[in-house]
């Protein structure tokens, strides 16, 4: 367990490192560990299995012996797939064009259930107890730059077979995002690290989701975050910087360039 979860951690602080680009995108990945990637990442962690998706294929690997992983499988995957995301029993693909979902109970095979469409635009995704928080941006690595979409949406995957859009948020540039205890930490391009405090409210049996901004540093240009037991970990192509999320304002605890 040791040999997989280092594996797993240097793939993380690999993507974290990430520069721009659709061969860097990706998406936040809870794995059966403790160790989480950056929501620009292309591979996801579930169970003894490490998934990773190019341009056209989502490559599949057994790590139950960390220490001789094994390509056992490979499917295809729409061509404009960016971002990873493994929850429950599901994979969830960010793409340019929309959010694609895979049943995962047979390991080595991901069918393909349900899709979500967006506007073209660069599309990193995280989950948390089953809302989906998509950030569509006009970078300048995404697709489509003549159309300007730049927003946060929310989407109810409880039903990963008929997802649902619950709110559209307009934003900067929003870029990588993650959430953890509640809070939502979104890096928005030179508008900053975002914070919100997330509340949820079901009326008419329709979910909700509101937000509440708890913190905004203006002067950090970021490009992903990780969110994990009060520790926060945010990078851009020049550094990665740690700050302690306990408390608000954050307290920085160090830079590494």
């Known amino acids: 367990m040791q040999s997989k979860t280092l594996i797993i951690a240097l793939l993380s602080l690999i993507c974290i490192g990430c520069g721009g680009g659709s061969d860097s995108s990706s998406s936040s990945s809870s794995t059966s560990s403790t160790s989480k990637a950056g929501s620009m990442s292309r591979f996801a962690v579930s169970g003894d299995y ?4 190019n341009q056209r294929e989502m490559n599949i690997l057994d790590i139950s012996d960390a220490k001789n992983p094994k390509k056992v499988s490979k499917i295809s995957v729409p061509f404009d797939v960016e971002t990873l995301f493994s929850y429950k029993q599901n994979l969830y693909v960010g793409s340019e064009s929309g959010l694609y ?3 995962n109970k047979e390991p080595t095979q991901p069918v393909r259930v349900a899709s979500f469409s967006h506007a073209q635009s660069c599309d990193p995704v995280v989950i948390f107890e089953d809302i989906a928080y998509v950030t569509l941006s006009s970078g300048n690595n995404c697709w489509n730059k003549e159309r300007e979409v730049n927003r946060l949406e929310i989407v109810d995957v409880q ?6 859009i619950i709110r559209a ?3 900067f540039e929003p870029k990588g995002l993650a959430v953890d205890d509640g809070k939502l930490f ?4 030179e508008a ?3 914070v919100f405090e997330l509340s949820r409210e079901v009326d008419n ?4 989701i509101k937000l509440k901004s708890l913190e905004t540093q203006e002067g950090i240009d970021c490009y992903d975050v990780i969110a ?5 970990i945010v990078s851009n192509q020049e550094n990665i910087r740690q700050f302690d999320y306990s408390s608000f304002p954050m307290e920085e605890q160090g830079e590494i360039k």
């Open 50 to 53: 490490l998934y990773t998706i």
């Open 101 to 103: 979902i895979y049943d």
């Open 159 to 164: 039903d990963p077979y008929n997802p649902k």
């Open 169 to 171: 948020i307009d934003m």
């Open 186 to 189: 979104l890096c928005d391009g």
């Open 192 to 194: 900053g690290l975002k």
């Open 205 to 208: 049996n329709r979910t909700d």
């Open 228 to 232: 994990d037991k009060k520790n926060l």
